[in-house]
């Protein structure tokens, strides 16, 4: 199964449209997983003309789109607990956040966005990835996604381009 990761997309104000570069990439997933900050509920629907969507909502969401999909869940996808948070807060952190928000629960990735920093790190045998942000790279050199890919066993990856549009 092949999975695209987008986070803090903050749409339509640091994009107006989907980037070309992250139409193309996610072009052959099954199913696309935000990590919150989409801001707007059109956004939401012009990522479900590229494929089925789950996500959680973030701090800059609003009602419309916490009540939709929550603040936190759980999925099993390939027989793997895959979790997603945004990761925002106090504190520590944005992945020390993200690990804090799964730690009493049984997860092999823990998904999570908030700092639009990519990051990919292995801790107690569970996953953290941030795909970084699609269209708000901020202090990154580069926007970014992921790809996870399920098969027997978990492969995360980050891809990167330089023009929003």
Same mark, same amino acid.
């Given at each position: ?11 339509? *104000? ?8 992250? #139409? ?7 199913? %696309? &997983?935000? $990590? =919150? ?17 789950? *996500? ?8 419309? #789109? ?7 869940? %759980? &999925?099993? $996808? =390939? ?87």
């Amino acid at each position: 199964m092949k999975i695209g990761i987008v986070s803090d997309t903050h749409m339509p *104000s640091r994009g107006k449209v989907i980037p070309d570069a992250l #139409i193309q990439g996610l072009k052959d997933v099954e199913l %696309i &997983l935000h $990590l =919150g900050d989409w801001t707007q509920t059109e956004v939401i629907r012009a990522f479900e003309q590229l494929a089925p969507i789950d *996500s959680v909502a973030g701090n800059n969401d609003g009602e419309e #789109i916490i009540a939709r999909f929550g603040r936190k869940k %759980i &999925l099993n $996808l =390939g027989g793997f607990q895959i979790g997603m948070v945004h990761g925002d807060g106090m504190r520590k952190t944005t992945e020390a956040r993200a690990w804090e928000a799964f730690k009493e629960e049984k997860t092999d990735v823990i998904l999570f966005g908030h700092s639009h920093v990519p990051f990919l790190m292995k801790h107690e045998g569970v996953i953290l990835f941030n795909p970084g942000s699609p269209t708000d790279k901020r202090r990154q050199p580069r926007y970014s996604y992921g790809i996870l890919t399920l098969t027997d066993t978990i492969k995360a990856e980050h891809f990167y381009y330089d023009d929003k549009s």
